[in-house]
């Protein structure tokens, strides 16, 4: 995916990951946040030397320095292990230093304390924001377009109260502020100074337009560093931002919107669809987004805010990363790892729009780093357009490539001539090149390996070796102060590189564990070297700091003497040293060249100025380095390859088009009526400026705008998913990525009877408003016709409104191995295209259907828990019930006085308050334990229960009745009229037998069955023996039930009568949202509900194409032939 690029001449960091001790340099869009500093290191011996180099010095020049060094300890911060130090901006004297105690295993800031200098860092004055109270600031913030405001976060000790620190004048003084919610960053809007962006670790993301001091909720779900404000010059809007949020369904958007109201209904997606997450990149001209569907990824970028468009690259390159490498020039410069590669990336660069590709250097190396991040060997050399440095691995050698006029053309280093002792080199290239390390420190305090900075052009220091390759473990220190083309070494081993005035002085420490008290400097680019002990006791180094822009001649060293010791800051001042500020006569010219010898670069030749190497003064604020440019005539260095052409390894200037690409189709944007040129095979580089001359882009070819059929068709819906609710707002956007569109129309028929004909769709952009007020599943179709040809495009609306409730039906007592039916009862009940999810027992994987009701089993005895989703693409609820398993129980059929069913509201709370009565009342009666009788009301009219009797559990200290006892105990009492309730209006209801006749069923399991439970002599055996014989003979009391195995079925067996069927997703629950207060009054239509009794279960269709969409039938997703055929033969 694209990502921000790092600051001008840092390497290519994917996702540069800065320990969690640490962090990243500000990027350009947000704030200059103070960096984080640790310590490194522990109690070693000092190294006393000046190393194993003994530099050169200028004698005459070195009695003329004049050093001045000051130490200043910030006491009582001796456990403190992290610092963020922050130079306040140019032309002050102001350093803010925060040092922090961070406890690695809770990721807090446990102590902090806040210190100022004024004096650039001669002492320090250590600050207290709120006297009395001890505040712990975590981070601190400054202003990019005025130094002087500051922002500290920070928090009370328990983290209770979260506050900001807000300053206008460079942390002299602060204005607390509370605040609502605990920031995680700071984001400072590139030119308006009071306005700010704050991110939350939770996704939400808030806005601020007078300095912190109110803020706004801007959204909830906000992805982190993917915010970014409106780019100066190319956004309308200043207070436009660009997100990446998650919308309800889980996938990620790219939306706007105004700070002043980003409400979701002002919330504006600027792209069409879903794109992957963390993918969304704002940069100058350019917006990057990539979306993967299956296991192919597409990259899209918008050119100045247009219409997004896919990016085209080889054919075949089919990448799995892009790393963007820079978009300045008005161009993209970027590198893609192709589907074959796994430790190098190719470089490609674009023309103007971002949009076509070529490739220009191939297998970049890359490396791994943890949590996914990967750094890529290339780095932007600072000060002079166009320079990069890139490490190519081919056949596991590393070596290092440079170029002039950004990849057209590469070359390897040039040797130095001697070595630093001033040896002459001997060896030969190819076995005798320079190969430099590409590294990026991770320490934002330190360079890396490569040192280059825009105040220094053609200065570049890095760290690395001579030889056919580059080795890991050399790190031999050379500069050139001519844009690469020549080299020296000047150490044997790396150092840390500060530049001071534009780089007329040069600073140097080693690099290494070990603490060091000296440093070594240069004022003539790095032919000789002066050292200086910059402190008296040995300190363990962990960073380097001058004022932003290089300017200054002063510098601070931040350390330690021990891990155990305060911090200490070494400030080194350079500026007595210098008598005068340079003259024009101090300076001389020089011409950049490549390492041909060639002048025209990037057509145009370059000249700058440097101070000659005897002068001995200041070159200052003022001081710029560029002297004059002109114009070349255009040759054949000035082009490189179009897209689908690629460079002859045989004919180096030879452009080949690949196999794929046919270089005299027209291009998408070419309309009927006008004309277009066939590729060359040729482009010029963007930012190239040569005039006249050759010009291998002009083609000879020209060639009418044939009329082209659409392709590509796509419907899809603003900032919205697929479904909403009745009576929303609805916005449909047309995108055609192929083919004419000025004479295309568009049949748009949007499935609820609403057509019509458009023209231009897609050219003027123009949205498709909608409101579905009934809900249903509406196919919205797109049909794009013109001369040439059609396409059609596709997509299904699902309006309804979301699910307030499901209810789970399931009698409370199963036998083993017995089917029963689970019922969801959804609000509202016209809800459509809902899904259920249904769990059994301790199983994770669920069942999945359309229909709400499914059979299932229970194996075991025991509680068993049932648990359903239910799922409408808007909104998911659940409901759980306990279904009491065993392998033998009695039911007994009950029925109610008829006038009971007047007051039946038929909702489950009813129902369950009238079982429990039914059942209090008959263990009260009969002397049956409570714990025993369960009594479930039946869903619909009339009015009916089952009273299950429960097998006792053997207890030899405490007798109870035997089931022969309590089940005649129960129907005496049902003779006897002794079980009725009173209801609302004095109504006496009477429960009863529902066939006084019959008596009870006993539901015994297979499993029970086919175990002896029943064996001749026992009692179980000759009650089935008995009731089975009387109910052939048509003059039963009792009737067994059996329940199903895989020989006998109970609807054979049985009649129809007895086989009891739950009901089904046609059953009458549709009052569950009355209140209970209603139960016993609530009117019913016993009609209707009688009628949806009667009218039974709907077959499942063979054809789920079949199905309806709007009010389907149901079909079950998952359930086995065997299941099938009972559910259609039940």
Not at 526 to 548: C, I, Q
Not at 914 to 941: M, R, S
Request: aromatic letters at 8%; charged letters at 20%; one cysteine or more.
């Amino acid at each position: 995916m694209p990502q921000p690029p790092l600051p001008a001449a840092a390497r290519l960091c994917a996702s540069l990951l800065i320990a969690s001790v640490w962090t990243a340099m500000p990027g350009p869009s947000h704030c200059d946040r103070g960096a984080v500093l640790r310590r490194v290191g522990g109690d070693r011996q000092p190294d006393l030397d000046a190393g194993s180099l003994r530099p050169r010095r200028a004698l005459s020049l070195e009695k003329q320095m004049s050093l001045h060094s000051s130490s200043f300890v910030l006491k009582g911060d001796a456990t403190h292990n992290q610092a963020m130090v922050h130079w306040t901006g140019e032309n002050s004297s102001v350093i803010l230093i925060l040092t922090k105690y961070y406890h690695a295993d809770s990721t807090k800031v446990l102590e902090s304390s806040l210190w100022r200098s004024s004096d650039y860092g001669t002492t320090y004055t250590k600050l207290n924001l709120v006297p009395g109270t001890t505040i712990v600031v975590t981070s601190f913030y400054i202003c990019p377009t005025n130094k002087k405001k500051v922002v500290l976060v920070g928090s009370s000790v328990n983290e209770r109260d979260q506050m900001l620190f807000i300053s206008t004048d460079e942390g002299s003084s602060f204005q607390r502020q509370t605040i609502f919610f605990t920031p995680d960053s700071l984001v400072f809007h590139p030119k308006e100074e009071d306005k700010l962006l704050a991110y939350c670790k939770d996704g939400r993301l808030f806005a601020s337009a007078d300095l912190g001091r109110k803020w706004t909720l801007l959204q909830e779900r906000v992805t982190k560093d993917r915010v970014f404000w409106s780019v100066p010059e190319v956004d309308v809007d200043p207070d436009l931002v660009h997100m990446e949020m998650q919308d309800t369904s889980g996938g990620y958007l790219y939306v706007t919107c105004l700070i002043q109201n980003c409400s979701d209904k002002m919330v504006t997606a600027q792209f069409l669809g879903k794109i992957d997450h963390n993918s969304l990149s704002v940069q100058d001209n350019y917006i990057f987004v990539k979306v993967t569907t299956g296991n192919r990824t597409k990259h899209y970028v918008s050119y100045r805010r247009n219409e997004f468009v896919q990016m085209k690259f080889s054919k075949y390159a089919l990448p799995k990363d892009v790393q963007i490498v820079s978009t300045d020039e008005k161009q993209v410069f970027l590198a893609l790892q192709e589907w074959h590669q796994m430790d190098t990336y190719n470089l490609y660069q674009s023309e103007s729009q971002g949009v076509y590709y070529s490739i220009v250097l191939e297998n970049v190396r890359s490396t791994k780093q943890p949590e996914e991040n990967v750094l890529i060997d290339i780095l932007e050399v600072r000060g002079i357009k166009g320079v990069f440095l890139a490490n190519q691995k081919l056949d596991g050698k590393v070596r290092t490539l440079i170029t002039y006029n950004k990849g057209r053309d590469w070359e390897p280093l040039t040797p130095p001539a001697t070595d630093m002792n001033g040896k002459r080199i001997t060896c030969k290239a190819p076995d005798c090149q320079l190969h430099l390390h590409l590294r990026w420190a991770d320490n934002p305090y330190v360079s890396g390996t490569v040192h280059t900075k825009e105040s220094a052009p053609g200065l570049i220091m890095g760290a690395g070796n001579l030889g056919s390759k580059l080795v890991e473990y050399k790190e031999e220190m050379y500069i050139t102060s001519d844009c690469g083309k020549t080299w020296r070494q000047v150490f044997e081993e790396e150092h840390h590189i500060l530049y001071l005035d534009h780089g007329g002085v040069i600073v140097a420490i080693k690099d290494t564990s070990i603490p060091l008290k000296i440093l070594k400097f240069s004022i003539n680019e790095g032919h000789t070297w002066t050292v200086h002990n910059f402190t008296s006791t040995s300190v363990f180094v962990d960073g380097l700091l001058s004022e932003p822009g290089d300017e200054t001649l002063v510098m601070t060293v931040f350390g330690h003497i021990s891990y155990r010791s305060d911090w200490e800051l070494v400030k080194v001042d350079f500026r007595q040293s210098f008598p005068r500020q340079c003259a024009e006569s101090d300076y001389e010219s020089w011409e950049l060249t490549d390492l041909q010898g060639q002048k025209c670069i990037m057509g145009q030749t370059r000249t700058y100025r440097r101070r000659k190497e005897t002068a001995f003064c200041v070159k200052g604020k003022s001081y710029t380095s560029a002297l004059s440019t002109a114009s070349c005539q255009c040759t054949e260095q000035d082009f490189s390859c179009d897209y689908g052409f690629e460079r002859s390894h045989a004919e180096s200037e030879r452009c080949f088009a690949d196999f794929w690409h046919n270089p005299d189709l027209p291009p998408d944007d070419c309309h009927v009526g006008r004309t277009y040129e066939s590729s060359t095979g040729y482009r010029k580089v963007v930012s190239n400026v040569c005039e006249g001359g050759l010009n291998k882009e002009q083609s000879d070819k020209q060639s009418n705008c044939p009329l082209l059929p659409p392709r590509g068709l796509q419907v899809g819906i603003k900032g919205q998913m697929p479904a909403i609710a009745p009576g929303d707002d609805i916005t449909f956007i047309v995108h055609q990525e192929e083919g004419d569109t000025s004479s295309t129309k568009y049949q748009v028929d949007l499935g609820d009877g609403f057509r019509a004909i458009y023209r231009n769709l897609t050219v003027t952009d123009e949205p498709i408003q909608h409101r579905y007020g009934t809900p249903g599943i509406y196919k919205v179709s797109v049909q794009a016709e013109n001369m040439a040809g059609r396409d059609k495009a596709t997509i299904y609306i699902q309006v309804t409104a979301p699910l307030q409730e499901v209810h789970l039906e399931v009698i409370p007592i199963a036998g083993r191995n017995h089917q029963v039916n689970l019922t969801a009862i959804v609000l509202p009940a016209e809800a459509n295209l809902t899904v259920f999810y249904w769990w059994v027992g301790d199983c994770l994987q669920p069942t999945l259907t359309l229909q709400n009701s499914m059979l299932t089993s229970f194996p075991e005895a025991g509680e068993i828990s049932v648990t359903v989703q239910a799922s409408n693409g808007r909104s998911m609820v659940q409901d759980t019930r306990t279904v009491r398993v065993y392998d033998n129980f009695h039911v007994i059929p009950l029925s109610f006085s008829r006038h009971l069913d007047r007051i039946n509201p038929n909702i489950a709370e009813w129902r369950e308050d009238v079982g429990q009565v039914v059942t209090k009342i008959l263990a009260k009666v009969t002397g049956v334990p409570l714990e025993y009788l369960v009594t479930v009301v039946k869903a619909g009219l009339p009015t009916t229960a089952e009273l299950y009797v429960l097998p006792e559990e053997s207890s030899p200290a405490k007798p109870s009745l035997s089931q022969d006892k309590r089940v005649p105990a129960i129907m005496q009492a049902f003779r006897d009229n002794n079980v009725s309730f009173v209801v609302r209006g004095g109504l006496q209801v009477l429960v009863l037998p529902a066939d006084p006749n019959a008596g009870l069923n006993t539901i015994e399991s297979t499993a029970a069955a086919e175990t002896g439970h029943g064996a001749a002599g026992s009692p179980g055996v000759w009650a089935v023996a008995v009731i089975f014989l009387v109910s052939v003979i048509a003059t039963a009391s009792f009737v067994l039930y059996k329940f199903k195995s895989p020989w006998l079925r109970a609807e054979e067996v049985y009649p129809p009568l007895f086989f009891r069927k739950l009901p089904g997703s046609r059953s009458v629950y549709a009052q569950m949202h009355n209140e209970k207060e209603q139960e016993m009054t609530s009117p019913v239509n016993h009609s209707e509900d009688t009628q949806h009794i009667i009218q039974g279960e709907e077959f499942i269709d063979d054809d789920l194409d079949s199905q309806t969409l709007g009010n389907h039938s149901g079909v079950v997703l998952s359930v086995n032939s065997r299941e099938l055929h009972s559910y259609r033969s039940s």
